[in-house]
């Protein structure tokens, strides 16, 4: 606990305490309120002194290079002019697919490609929407949810099941549990 020490304020003349030794004032009202302050705010204007200018410019004084054209002033740094047609203008795709200096032949996974296709994502919309958005199998509600398979994706690529893929009636709402669990018990 803090030590307290008694004190009178000079502008009000209540008695209070505080916990510094040296203490004028009772609040920040009687602090900023008094005359002492207010004399002292004036006496600090008065004795501030002027800050010299920076610049050596006086007004009316015209610099060397008013209406001079400097060329390394000109323009931008990496050497456009205006009406330069750019490197790469009618260069669409010139980078894209196979033509790219990383392109490693086109060995994207068909399985990840067609989770990011939009048909993948409008399949699953639909699956959530038909089941309201809810666990078939514990009724979850306002949690993670996953779309799954019935026939497993990886049996329909695998038997060319193709149909199946973004069939509706092939997908089910399941939570993340319920899906970890409906996996592990059947192994795959």
């Given at each position: 606990m803090t030590k307290s020490y008694p004190?009178?304020?000079i502008e009000c003349s209540n008695d209070y305490m505080s916990s510094s030794k040296q203490s004028n004032y009772c609040s920040n009202s009687c602090q900023y309120?008094?005359?002492?302050?207010?004399?002292?705010?004036?006496?600090v204007q008065k004795l501030a002194p002027k800050t010299p200018r920076i610049s050596n410019f006086k007004k009316g004084h015209i610099p060397w290079n008013k209406d001079k054209k400097v060329p390394s002033l000109i323009g931008n740094s990496n050497g456009f002019q205006k009406g330069q047609?750019?490197?790469n203008k009618g260069k669409k795709g010139f980078l894209?697919?196979?033509k790219h200096y990383n392109w490693k032949g086109g060995i994207t996974p068909k399985n990840r490609r067609l989770r990011a296709s939009t048909d993948w994502k409008r399949w699953r919309q639909m699956v959530f929407e038909r089941d309201n958005y809810t666990c078939n199998y514990c009724g979850a509600k306002n949690c993670e949810?996953?779309?799954h398979h019935k026939i497993h994706l990886a049996n329909c690529l695998k038997y060319n099941f193709n149909g199946l893929i973004f069939d509706v009636n092939n997908g089910q709402t399941l939570?993340?549990?319920?899906?970890?669990d409906l996996h592990w018990n059947n192994g795959d």
């Open positions: 004190h009178r304020c309120g008094s005359e002492r302050w207010k004399e002292l705010g004036r006496n047609i750019t490197w894209a697919g196979d949810i996953h779309p939570c993340v549990p319920c899906h970890q």
